[in-house]
């Protein structure tokens, strides 16, 4: 008879159904703090479904990726437990969707920051006195011509700031949605 896929696994099922020995796993629960299986009197294990899918992500990554267990940690740390979970179950769309999550938050901070040391400074990083894309600039300055596909580093640096002000805008126009 099969259990439930909501039913708790003894430590003796898991490791069976992962083909680990039953130290490791123990030895795992004291590496990643976020394998938290339920004891009952005696010491006995019961591991939870996320549990299960938690562990079959760890041991994909240690074992089939080469990754060692700070490098787990790690992964942990920066990207949370859903991660290895998607990870584990080989769910592509999961992983995808986390990815972006987390580059968009990056940038979201990234962005709070230089806004943060604009009023620290009390000045705006885009000074009034520069001029937009070359206009206005002496050849000598460096400015773009006409036809000319190379940009010039200041301006690289320009459309990517004004590629930033824009994603923000558009979060926060999805945001009031």
Known sequence: ??????????????????????????????????????????????????????IKGIRHMLYDQGYTIKGVQKLLRENGNQFLVAIGSGDLAAIEAITQRKQAEAEAASMQQRADDEMLVGQPKVKPSRRFFGLGKSDEEGGAEAGDSRLSRDNRALLQEALFDLLECKRLLDQVR
């Open 1 to 54: 008879m099969d259990k439930s896929p909501d039913a708790f696994r003894t430590i003796s099922e898991v490791a069976e159904s992962l083909d680990l020995p039953q130290h490791v796993l123990r030895f795992w629960e004291t590496r990643f703090n976020q394998i938290k299986p339920m004891k009952r009197g005696g010491g006995r294990r019961y591991y939870r479904p996320q549990d299960v899918e938690l």
